[in-house]
């Protein structure tokens, strides 16, 4: 029997995956385990960070990773009780990131300003940098520093490179099938549209 998932997380995260998207999808499963199947190549952090909240605050969620699992969807799973990561899959943890766009003609003075702009920027994504990495630390047991380093060198990770990092409990060998879930869709949570950032609008910064 086929297993069945409470919520699908798939696509972009930002745009129709939100803290308050996915929040509603929960509401039927407040008493008993969540199970969320993620395929996302991820997105938006500051809803990547919302939902893993929201993850740990039920307490009770597995997270099955399939297909590519990456940025601010690995943030997601990060919240779970429980991660289960299919062997076929693959995983990519790596430093936040945001847009630039400076398509305008400027004189000297103006460069000071883009400077300062780009301080800013530098700082928020350090910020955001040591968030993520103490995330994965806590989750893994190894030191801020040993994420930071994994991060850095922004590479896919196989199941079993994941599993032996700790940023999965277990390699799925899908002996878990059909649990009495209804499976019925109702908390399908799905996108495929972009929500961006710029240096200018970047309070909805990407981990992308």
């Known amino acids: 029997m086929p297993r069945k998932y409470d919520i699908n997380i798939e696509g972009e995260i930002g745009y129709w995956i939100t803290g308050e998207s996915v929040r509603a999808a929960m509401q039927p499963y407040a008493e008993r385990e969540i199970k969320v199947r993620i395929s996302s190549l991820g997105g938006s952090l500051s809803d990547g960070l ?7 605050a039920h307490s009770n969620v597995t997270a099955y990773l399939n297909g590519m699992v990456a940025s601010a969807a690995t943030i997601i799973a990060m919240g779970a009780r429980r991660i289960v990561m299919a062997p076929e ?89 059909g649990d009495g879930h209804d499976g019925n869709g ?23």
């Open 186 to 208: 109702h908390g399908h949570v799905q996108c495929t549209r972009f929500a961006g950032a710029t240096a200018q609008h970047c309070k909805r910064a990407n981990y992308h």
């Open 89 to 177: 899959a693959v995983m990519l943890v790596h430093n936040a990131s945001s847009f630039l766009f400076y398509f305008e003609r400027v004189q000297k003075e103006d460069i000071d300003d883009k400077h300062e702009e780009l301080k800013q920027l530098n700082e928020m994504l350090t910020t955001f940098d040591k968030v993520i990495a103490e995330i994965y630390s806590k989750r893994t047991g190894k030191s801020v520093e040993e994420m930071e380093k994994l991060m850095k060198e922004e590479r896919w990770l196989t199941a079993q490179e994941a599993l032996e990092y700790g940023l999965v409990d277990e390699i799925d060998n899908y002996e878990d099938t």
């Open 50 to 56: 919302d939902v893993c909240t929201l993850f740990r």
